[in-house]
C-alpha cells in the first residue's frame, strides 16, 4: 500500500528545515508527496523501493504525520539468477552531512524471515557520521533481499529523524575476489611442488566478508621443519581488520601456533617455524582478530593477503639424532684439563628450540677460567627469520649454568636461592639478580644456579654479535664440575634457520693471579712504591711495574650507565660474579717534610692479533690519612673520595679538565687533558699527564700505605690479554705546559708559615 502523507516538497523543506534549525516535522500544509517504503509488503511490491545495483538512493528519516516514532525505510534487493556461491552483496549508507542526529542502522533480511543475516549502525555520538559498511555472501539465485534503515537510538532524549540530512544508500552485486570460496569449512589445499631441497606451496585470499574464515591444507612429514607465512602487502591504507591465524594439528582442533598483528599496522607479516611431530594434512586458518570484548571483525575486499609453505629439513646435527631441547639431554663433552677448547654448532632452526651443552672440568686445586664464544657461521638460510612485534629485535640469549643439585626438593631450591657460597649473585651490577637466581633455582629438571647470561641487543652498539662471549671464574674444585650451557631465544617464539658456533676453552689463571690466592680467596698483592728522583718512570724495571690480566666480567663504563650497553655488555646481560679486580698495597716511603711527592702513574695493556683494544683500566684509589685513624686496629682511616665526593679514580678521559690545582674562575682555554694515549702495535699506553700534578699528599705518605684496585673498562673481548702498571713517587713539585705554551709553570709547592709546612700537593681536593 501506499501512505500519502502531508509534506513540503524537497526544496521548500530544505528551507523549512534551515529556518527551524532542523529537528522539527515539516509543515504539512504547503505539499503532498509520497511516504514510500515503511514496510515489508512496499518493499517488495513497490517499484520506488528497489535498489538496483550501483544506483544510489538518498532519501530520508523523518517524522511522518502526527506519529512521534523515527521513520523506517524497506526496501528490495533482487539476486539475479546468475547468482553463485562467491556471489557478494555490498551495501553502503551514509550521511552526506557533517553532523545528525540519526545513528544511522542498516540490516539486511531474507526477504519473508523477520532476523537479520547481518545489522550495523554508526554510533557517532557528538561526532561526525560515518558510512556503514556490510558485506555478505549471498549467492541464492533469482531470489530477493530486504534492507531496512532505521535509527539506532542510544539516548532516549536525542532526536531519531533528520528532515534536514539525506542518506545515500548504495547495493552492489559483486563476485568474491577470494577465488578459494567458499573454504570456511572445507579448506583449499595448497599443493607443495619441490624447489631442490625445499617444499614449497603458495595461496592467496581475501578476507573479503566480515567474519570471513579462510582455511587451507597442506600434507607434512614427522622431523620436519614446517615454516608458515601470511602476508597482507601494503596497500597504503590499513584494513578494516587485524590480520590473525591458526595452525592446526591433524586432528583439526589442537593448535599448533597462532598470532595476529599489531592494530594498524601494515603491511600485516605474521610467520612460524614449527618442528613436525605428528604427521599427516595440517591446516591453516586465516581470519580477522576477535578479541574479547571485540565486534566481529569486518570484510575487506581492497586487501588481499597471500600464504607461503616451506617445509624444510632439519639440519642440527643435534637434532637429526634426537634432540638436545632440555637439560637431561644436553650435548655433552670433557674438556679434561686446562688448556682445551670444544666446539659446538647448532641452529634454533624452529619456534621453541633450545639448545642444550655441556662441559665437564676435570679436579683442579687452583682457580682457573672458562671462556665462551656464540658466533654466526656463513648459512644459505631456508626461510627468513620470523618477524619481531614492532621495534623488537632478536633476542638471542646465551645462558650458562652450574648445578646445584639433580635432586629438586624445596630444600635445594632454598639452599640455591638463598645461600650466595652455593649461588652467587651480583646484585652490584644487576639489581634484577635476587630474581633471575630464584627463577632457575626453581627450574623443574634440575636446581640450577644462573652464571652468566648474554642477550642480543640494538646491533648499532653490538654489530657481529661481539656480546655474545663472556669469561666465567672457576673456583679451585676436588671433583670433576660441570657447566651447562643454553642457547635460545628470549621467549623461544622466534626461529632465524642459521647456523651457529659456541666455542668454550678453559685455561688457568695467570700466574700473578693464582699467586694472589690464599684460602680460596684473591689477596691484595704487596708491593713497595719505589723512587724515581726527578727522572720519569723506566719501562722494564720490575720495581716499577705491576703485572697481571683482568679475565671475567663485563668491565666498567666511565659513564657508569650499565642500561645503555657498551662493549660486551647489554642491557640484560649478566655474569653471578663481579667483574675481575687485581688489588696492589704499596707502601709508602717515610720522607722528610715537607713530604709532598710527586707520583707517577702510566699503564699498558696489550693489544689484540688485529691490534683493537680489549679494554682499558680504571685504578680505584684507596689511601690511609696518616692525620686520622679509624679506631680500630689498623689504625688506617681509608680516604677512597676527594673532598667533594667524588670517587678517587683514574681512568683515561681525552676530554680537556680542570685539574686540581686550577681556579675554578680559570678560562676554559687553559683546561688540559688529564691523561696521555699513545697506540704502538702491541700495546695501548696511558700516562697522567704533567698538568694533572699528581702527588702524594703529607697525609698520606704519613698514613703508609696506598691500594690500587685495578678493572678493566669498556671491554670488547674477552681474549685474555695482560697489562702492566707502572708507578712510582718522585721530587715534589714538578712543572708542566701551559695550555698556551710559553715557560713551564710548577704544581703548586708547599711553603713555611710559622714553621708548619702549609700548601703544596692537594691531590684530592
Known sequence: MRL????????????????????????????????????????????????KPGVPMERY????????????????????????????????GTYLASSTPVNLSISVREKDKDTSLVTKSDQHGAGAPKPVDIVLPYGTPSTQLIIVVRDAPTNPARPNYDARNAYRLTVELLENPDTNE????????????????????????????????????????????????ITAPDQGFAPNYRLSYELLRPNGTDKESEGNVLPKVHPGVMA????????????????????NNDPVPAGDLRQPYEVEVRVVDEEDPRDQSGDNDAYARAYSN???????????????????????????????TKPSVLRYRLTERPTTTRFDPLPLPLGQLADRQVLVFSTVSTTVTAEQRATCSNNPAVCPRDT??????????????????AVLCIQSVREESDPARFAGLSNFQGALPVPSHGTEVTYHFVVQDDGNNWADDRDYRLEVSWAAEDTEEEN??????????????????????PVGNATFEAKGQLTHGHGRLRNNDRATGLGVRGPTDYDAVPSDTDTFEYQLPALSAPEDAAWLVQWDVDNLPDGGTPHGLALDLTFCDGTATDGGTTGCMPVTTTSTGGALTLAYNPTAMRAWHTSASAPLSSYQALYQLEKTATTTRVTVAPYTCSCLERRFIQGGTLKVAVSATERTDYTPVSYTLRTGYGDYPRSYTAAD???????????????TWVGGCQFTR
Do not use: M
Open 516 to 537: 694472589a690466592y690464599s684460602g680460596g680467596v684473591e689477596q691484595p698483592r704487596s708491593k713497595t712504591l719505589g723512587d724515581v728522583g726527578t727522572g720519569n718512570l
Open 428 to 445: 652490584r651490577e644487576h639489581p634484577d639478580a635476587p630474581g633471575l637466581v630464584q627463577t632457575y633455582c626453581n627450574n623443574a629438571e
Open 334 to 364: 670433557n674438556l679434561g684439563t686446562t688448556g682445551a677448547t670444544t666446539t659446538f654448532e647448532g641452529r634454533l632452526g624452529y619456534v621453541g628450540d633450545r639448545d642444550w651443552f655441556a662441559v665437564k672440568l676435570s679436579s683442579l
Open 61 to 92: 528519516l523523518a517524522l511522518t504525520g502526527d506519529v512521534k516514532a523515527g521513520d523506517e525505510d524497506w526496501y528490495r534487493v533482487n539476486i539475479p539468477a546468475t547468482a553463485n556461491a562467491r556471489t557478494l552483496v555490498h551495501v553502503t
Open 4 to 51: 500519502r502523507t502531508r509534506l513540503l516538497p524537497l526544496a521548500l523543506l530544505l528551507l523549512a528545515a534551515c529556518s527551524s534549525g532542523g529537528e522539527d516535522t515539516p509543515d504539512a500544509g504547503t505539499g503532498v508527496v509520497e511516504d514510500l517504503c515503511n514496510n515489508r509488503e512496499e518493499a517488495l511490491t513497490n517499484a520506488d523501493c528497489e535498489l
Open 182 to 229: 567458499p573454504n570456511d569449512v572445507t579448506p583449499t589445499p595448497i599443493a607443495l611442488a619441490a624447489q631442490g631441497a625445499v617444499q614449497v606451496g603458495t595461496a592467496q585470499g581475501y578476507l573479503a566478508t566480515d567474519n570471513d574464515v579462510d582455511r587451507f591444507s597442506f600434507p607434512l612429514t614427522a622431523g620436519k621443519i614446517a615454516y608458515v607465512r
Open 272 to 291: 612460524t617455524a614449527r618442528k613436525v611431530k605428528l604427521a599427516g594434512t595440517w591446516t591453516l586458518v586465516v581470519k580477522g582478530y576477535k578479541g
Open 741 to 755: 705554551g710559553g715557560s713551564p709553570t710548577s704544581c703548586p709547592a708547599p711553603t713555611q708559615d710559622g714553621g
